[in-house]
């Protein structure tokens, strides 16, 4: 049984930084993409950034782009999101998810974290 399990968020001012990760668990990570998307409330569920199985290639929404930096550590089944000079526009939940190819839409996705909440004051 898969299992992505998000930890890393809370509260944090305007202008700072925090680091989420995602913990997988049945799967053969090394061998999937990874993906981080973001909800925040009212809205719709959006990406933010993805990383092949390798690490070598990453692809971010344009904007978090130069903001954001995803990474990932196979040998400890981990996916990272640093975020950093967040804004109130960055509050969401973040879900990290599991997939087959690098891409910025959800349905190239099969297993989804419960996510963690990011909230930004201002």
């Known amino acids: 049984q898969v299992q992505l399990v998000e930890s890393g968020g809370g509260w944090v001012q305007a202008g700072g930084s925090l680091r989420l990760s995602c913990l997988a668990s049945?799967?053969?990570?090394?061998?999937?993409?990874m993906g981080w998307f973001r909800q925040a409330p009212g809205k719709e569920r959006e990406f933010v950034a993805a990383?092949?199985?390798?690490?070598?290639?990453?692809y971010y929404a344009a904007s978090v782009k130069g903001q954001f930096t995803i990474s990932r550590d196979n040998a400890k089944n981990t996916v990272y999101l640093q975020m950093n000079s967040l804004n109130p526009e960055d509050t969401a939940v973040y879900y990290c998810?599991?997939?087959?190819?690098?891409?910025?839409?959800?349905?190239?996705?099969?297993?989804w974290g419960q996510g963690t909440q990011v909230t930004v004051s201002s």
């Open positions: 998810a599991a997939g087959t190819v690098v891409a910025g839409t959800s349905r190239h996705y099969d297993s």
């Open positions: 049945g799967l053969r990570f090394s061998s999937y993409a």
């Open positions: 990383i092949s199985w390798s690490g070598g290639t990453t």
